[in-house]
Nanobody, 125 residues
Framework: QVQLVESGVGLVQAGGSLRLACSASGRTNSNYYLAWFRQAPGKEREFVATISWRVDSSYGADSLKGRCTISSDNAKNTVYLQMNSLTPDDTAVYYC??????????????????WGQGTQVTVSS
């Protein structure tokens, strides 16, 4: 099993940046993918970015146009999400997820096995 806990600043000004952290525990000594998703009020959960836990492989959603960067610190068992040029449209609950069933990356939330509780990010105009 994998336990995931998200953390980060909850309120950000438009135009600013955020950095979220996802601390993993449990099954952290094998290769699998972690990802960030987000869900805005009244909208479906959407893919943000994904990274391989042990292999140098990561990418973000095309819709975010290069505004996000996902990285990992294996020594700390932590994955980070950096997002820049924030707008109120980025307001959402941000979730961390782990996909252990396969070694392939995925943008589909249905293919992820473990989820964090989510952390609220609000971007004020």
């Amino acid at each position: 099993q994998v336990q995931l806990v998200e953390s980060g600043v909850g309120l950000v000004q438009a135009g600013g940046s955020l950095r979220l952290a996802c601390s993993a525990s449990g099954r952290t000594n094998s290769n699998y993918y972690l990802a960030w998703f987000r869900q805005a009020p009244g909208k479906e959960r959407e893919f943000v970015a994904t990274i391989s836990w042990r292999v140098d492989s990561s990418y973000g959603a095309d819709s975010l146009k290069g505004r996000c960067t996902i990285s990992s610190d294996n020594a700390k068992n932590t994955v980070y999400l950096q997002m820049n040029s924030l707008t109120p449209d980025d307001t959402a609950v941000y979730y961390c997820a782990a996909r252990v069933r396969s070694w392939a990356a995925s943008e589909s939330q249905a293919t992820y096995d473990y989820w964090g509780q989510g952390t609220q990010v609000t971007v004020s105009s």
